[in-house]
């Protein structure tokens, strides 16, 4: 009876960290540095040619976000493109920590795993919830 207990409280926390990331999300910090990380892939997406029409050393890790802006921009245009990629941001966070998670769980336990696994989704560096050219 007390371990149900325990698992319960230990699920609740769990969604109250998650809860407290889904709002957060919505709160950027300075748009000029968030939308510098989106506007490089979204210049690919309108067809601009790397290395010929864009110089910045940055450009080779918009290769990655390319396909993403492109798709969303195909199917929604521009948006709340800003707010996509912050999810998109969280999704890849979900994916690293799950692997994480099932790396390290035979070592420390499920719920010791899970909790450092989780710290990958819960701590964002001076609170940017997107992807950058840092990460």
């Known amino acids: 009876m007390r371990t149900k207990v325990q698992d319960g409280v230990f699920l609740i926390f769990v969604l109250a960290l998650f809860a407290l990331v889904f709002n957060r999300i919505h709160y950027g910090v300075d748009l000029t540095d968030e939308a510098y990380s989106n506007a490089i892939p979204y210049r690919f997406a309108l067809g601009d040619t790397p290395f010929m029409d ?19 921009t195909l199917l929604f245009g521009t948006e709340s493109l800003i707010l996509f990629m912050r999810y998109m941001y ?12 099932q790396t390290i769980r035979e070592r420390v336990g499920e719920k010791t795993s899970l909790l450092i696994s989780l710290l990958v989704v819960l701590y964002a560096p001076f609170g940017a919830i997107f992807f950058n050219y840092n990460r």
């Not at 864009?54 to 969303?72: A, C, D, G, N, R």
């Not at 969280?90 to 998670?101: D, R, S």
Request: charge should be neutral; proline fraction near 6%; avoid cysteine.
């Open 54 to 72: 864009e110089v910045s050393p940055q450009q080779t890790s918009s290769f990655l976000l390319f396909p993403i802006i492109k798709i969303y």
């Open 90 to 101: 969280l999704l890849f966070a979900a994916m690293v920590a799950w692997i994480i998670h």
